[in-house]
Every structure is written in C-alpha cells, then in structure tokens.
C-alpha cells in the first residue's frame, strides 16, 4: 500500500508508505515538473511484522526541506534501502536539521546499503534523536552497510540512543567539513564522519574508510542521555582527517564511553599528534589491541604487500 497525505506541520508533502511495498528505479527529483512537491518526505511504518519495505535504485535529489528528513522510519521493522542515490538534501531555515534518512525513536531489522549521500545539509543517515530525556527508544538490529557518504554538512551518520546490533561496515566518509550553526539545514557541528553520543549502545564501526574530514570518529556524551556503551571500532581506516577550521582535527576520539574495544585500525597523517585521542575522566573499560600508526609512504608500501587489504580502497571522487 502507498498513499499520498499532506504533511500536517507545513508545506511539505509527505508519502505514507505502509505494509509490504516496493518502490523501485524511480527519480525524485525537486526541480523536476513531475516532482509531487519540492518539499517531499517519506514516512515508513509498519502495518505487520511480516511486512516488508523495499527502496532500490531510486534517486531522491534536489530537494529543499522545512526540518526533519527525506525519508523517515518511524516504528518500522524489515526496511531495506539498497543502491540509491540521495543528492543536494538542503535546509530552509538557519539553525534547523535537515538529513537524508532519519529514525527518531523506534526501527529494527533496517538495512541501508550500497547507496551514495552527497551533499546533505545535515547528516546522511541520524538514529534515535533524543527530544527529550523521558523519551523512549527502540532502536536496534541495524546494518549500515557498502554506502559512500560525501560532503555532511555535519556527520555521514549520527548515533544516539540504540539498544544495540548497529553495523556500520565498508562505508565511504569524505568530506564532512562542518556547520557553524547559522547556515540552512543544520544546527552545528564541526565536521565529524561518524559521532556517536547520547546512549548509543551496542554500535560496532568496521572496515569503514574515514578520508579528509575534519575529524573521523567521535565518541562522546551530549548534553542529555548517557555514556556511549558497548562500542566495537575495529579494522577501519582513518586518513588524513585535518581540520580545516580552527577547531581541532583528529581521527578517533574518545571523549566518554563505558567498554569500548578499539582493534586493527590504521591511523595515517591524521590532526597533528591527534589520530587517537583518549580523555580518561569518563572513559572506562577500552581495549586497545594492534592499531598502526603509519606515514603515508608507509602505507602506501603496505598496500602494494599485500594482494587483498582489508579497507575499502579510496575510491574515485
Ligand atoms: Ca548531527
């Protein structure tokens, strides 16, 4: 079942998508005539567990929204988003978010794969957005995987309040270069690919590549919700994350977390003196095993050593 509804907060068309649905090789396109608005959302719930959403090979580009998102999962199980493209998600007001795909406080059992964010105003993919400290969240058994996140205006993906299972592997960040705050689409941020905060729980990063943003990874508390818990980052690749604003750079930082295991990364020409940094007031229980730390000459040798490389090569921009 799909249907189309209006969006009861303000000029945006929203399309309620419901029950088992397949939507498939489609343009969404903002600027185009047979855009159904240029303010398009979609909403995703579920009407039963056996129920299953299909998005693939679609193109949402082009679009300028209020706040929110273009595509949010509310409630949902069994969602699949394969092999699409989402281009220029902008905001219209200063200071409000806008991201590609959002899941604000209930989705399991989501897959998000093989797909393209560039140039969105906020972040690419956000989970479990904490409005306030009463709220609760059910979000877990998510795979966010083989995707390439370009240009965020603040994070290619921001984690908040999960209940554990969130893979994130073989994903692509570049170019997340910040928002002071003041621009369309974004409340603030100093460029980060992945952040993770707010009671995120359960999150494992791996064999992700973190090419040229300000800063790679962080882990950290917010100002509402818990310590980050139970987090795995192993395997991944952080490269020459410099900031290019006069907030500090990095590659991986944590900031607060409780249990983290922190394995075969490779750390190259990051920050200054600031590819691993580890604050030890509220952090607890952190392995660290058999991480490098290599020059690019280095790792460039490495690569030619070696017939398969675990990381995602650096793809073409
Ligand atoms: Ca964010």
């Known amino acids: 079942m799909c249907s189309i509804m209006h969006w009861p907060y303000g000029a945006q068309a929203q399309i309620h998508i419901s029950g088992d649905t397949l939507i498939s090789g489609q343009v969404f396109d903002g600027q185009s005539?047979?855009?159904?608005?240029?303010?398009?959302?979609?909403?995703?719930?579920?009407?039963?567990?056996?129920?299953?959403?299909?998005?693939?090979?679609?193109?949402?580009?082009?679009?300028?929204?209020?706040?929110?998102?273009?595509?949010?999962?509310?409630?949902a199980r069994n969602v699949l988003i394969d092999s699409c493209i989402f281009h220029n998600i902008a905001g219209t007001r200063a200071g409000v978010d806008v991201h590609a795909i959002v899941c604000p406080d209930e989705g399991s059992q989501i897959t998000v794969s093989n797909s393209i964010f560039r140039n969105i105003a906020a972040d690419g993919i956000q989970l479990g957005h904490l409005r306030n400290e009463k709220e609760q969240h059910q979000i877990h058994d998510w795979t966010i995987s083989g995707n390439a996140f370009y240009d965020s205006g603040e994070n290619g993906i921001d984690i908040?309040?999960?209940?554990?299972?969130?893979?994130?592997?073989?994903?692509?960040?570049?170019?997340?270069?910040?928002?002071?705050?003041?621009?369309?689409?974004?409340?603030?941020?100093?460029?980060?690919?992945?952040?993770?905060?707010?009671?995120?729980?359960?999150?494992?990063?791996q064999a992700n590549t973190f090419y040229h943003n300000n800063r790679g990874v962080s882990v950290k508390q917010a100002k509402v919700g818990g310590i980050p818990q139970d987090i795995h980052i192993e395997e991944n690749l952080f490269y020459g994350n410099i900031s290019q604003t006069r907030e500090a750079g990095w590659g991986l930082k944590l900031d607060a977390v409780e249990g983290a295991v922190i394995r075969h990364n490779v750390f190259v020409d990051n920050h200054p003196r600031r590819d691993l940094v580890i604050k030890e007031q509220q952090t607890s229980g952190i392995v660290l095993e058999a991480n490098e730390f290599l020059s690019p000459e280095e790792f460039a040798r490495s690569l030619s050593d070696q017939s398969s490389y675990p990381f995602p090569l650096l793809q073409a921009y």
């Open 33 to 75: 005539e047979q855009a159904l608005s240029e303010k398009l959302s979609l909403l995703i719930t579920s009407a039963g567990p056996q129920d299953t959403v299909r998005i693939s090979r679609c193109v949402f580009r082009n679009y300028s929204l209020e706040n929110g998102a273009l595509i949010q999962i509310k409630g």
């Open 160 to 205: 908040k309040n999960t209940q554990g299972n969130i893979r994130i592997q073989e994903n692509f960040f570049s170019g997340s270069r910040g928002c002071s705050g003041g621009k369309p689409g974004c409340s603030g941020d100093a460029g980060i690919g992945v952040i993770i905060h707010q009671g995120a729980r359960g999150v494992r990063l």
